[in-house]
């Protein structure tokens, strides 16, 4: 499982993998609901869990109750973007439920810690050349 985590101060993203044995204390939670951050090794950080997608690319809607993928109504995101005003489409989505089916989560810091988060998870990116 992949954790996408957003810094809303910096604007900067942080990918980072999760242990088999921690991705337990993801499953079973909901879009909202807040996050740890020893989970991944960043202490005293607090995340709010925000979304997600299964190994398909198949979104997390927060208004689909359970974990399952199912075929909605919808008018706008995530799971359609609408060419039209007034547009619909029924699409194929998940719950707002984690499961083991999530291979990325994305959340957002709520709650920062002492540590910044470009040296816990390396936010320098080097040039190829």
Same mark, same amino acid.
């Given at each position: 499982? !992949?954790? +996408? ?16 044995? !921690? ?5 079973? !939670? ?6 740890? $951050? /020893? ?9 709010? %869990?925000?979304?997600? /997608?299964? $190994? ?16 909605? %109504?919808? @008018? $706008? ?7 039209? !005003? ?6 194929? +989505? ?27 998870? $390396?936010?320098?990116?080097?040039? @190829? /050349?």
């Amino acid at each position: 499982m !992949k954790l +996408v985590i957003s810094d809303p101060s910096s604007g900067k993203s942080y990918q980072v993998e999760v242990e088999k044995d !921690k991705e337990a204390l993801i499953v079973g !939670k909901k879009i909202g609901d807040q996050l740890d $951050g /020893s989970v991944v090794g960043a202490a005293g950080y607090v995340f709010v %869990l925000t979304g997600g /997608s299964d $190994g398909s690319g198949f979104p997390m809607r927060k208004d689909v109750q359970g974990s399952a993928r199912k075929k909605v %109504l919808v @008018a $706008g995101p995530p799971g359609f973007h609408p060419k039209r !005003k007034g547009e619909r489409k029924r699409v194929s +989505v998940r719950g707002n439920v984690y499961s083991d089916a999530i291979v990325q989560v994305n959340v957002k810091v709520v709650k920062k810690g002492d540590t910044p988060l470009d040296q816990l998870f $390396g936010g320098e990116k080097k040039d @190829a /050349s």
